[in-house]
């Protein structure tokens, strides 16, 4: 074991921080006033875009011809701050394993920065990995994944990938990574692309496949289990 990949929104942070709804609440605006969808078709075609294609941006580039960074600028464009603190236990937490540590995130490189720097944890990461990683193809399909081992030197079965998103997990274990999930308490009234990649049949499907290796209320609860692990393969 010698890396871990983190998600980034509901995952670094707990979901009732609500941040991703302002996030939702810019995606829905930037299709409608820079797109020009109107406000009746928003859902749907959000739901249709992450099914098809695993993200809103993807739907958006491949059938409006979308500007990727004038989007990712726009819907990123809010206030963290106003959700998110510094979280001590959560830095001592990160600072105490002795592993290598990456956001992996189907955000922005920016919107990560602001989430980190508020939560008071951006020196505890070697490197941020964002959209732009695979051309905007985000998780979980697997290219991203694999372009993230390429890059880091890494392989999957050295990786533990702690996700809010089921989908996105089994995506890492079938590249042999350890999984974490954290529990998300957010409502299904929000219609974010994470919430769509949580509540998938797809996921329902397939969870019964690849079983998640822990999950956990909270973050702040993977440094222990991680622990274990690394005691339970030393005893071997």
């Not at 042999?176 to 949580?198: C, E, N, P, Y």
Request: glycine share 6%; charged share 20%.
């Amino acid at each position: 074991m010698r890396a871990i990949l983190f998600d980034l929104d509901n995952t670094l942070y707990g979901s009732e921080r609500a941040l991703i709804s302002l996030i939702d609440a810019r995606i829905n605006l930037y299709m409608q006033h820079v797109v020009g969808i109107t406000a009746d078709k928003v859902d749907g075609l959000r739901r249709r875009y992450w099914q098809q294609y695993g993200v809103t941006l993807q739907g958006l580039i491949r059938e409006h011809g979308t500007d990727a960074e004038d989007y990712l600028d726009y819907v990123h464009d809010i206030d963290v701050s106003s959700r998110l603190q510094a979280n001590l236990p959560l830095r001592q937490m990160l600072q105490g394993l002795p592993l290598r540590k990456f956001v992996f995130t189907n955000g922005s490189h920016a919107h990560a920065v602001r989430v980190l720097q508020c939560l008071g944890i951006e020196d505890c990461f070697e490197h941020i990995f964002d959209i732009r990683l695979s051309n905007y193809i985000p998780k979980p399909n697997p290219l991203p994944y694999e372009t993230v081992l390429d890059v880091t030197g890494l392989q999957g079965s050295s990786c533990v990938m702690v996700e809010d998103s089921l989908a996105n997990l089994h995506m890492a274990a079938h590249l042999g990574m350890k999984t974490i999930l954290v529990k998300s308490a957010a409502g299904d009234s929000v219609m974010s692309d994470q919430l769509l990649a949580g509540t998938s049949n797809e996921d329902t499907a397939s969870s019964e496949n690849k079983p998640i290796d822990a999950i956990v209320e909270r973050v702040e609860q993977v440094g222990n289990i991680i622990q274990d692990w690394m005691k339970n393969r030393c005893a071997r």
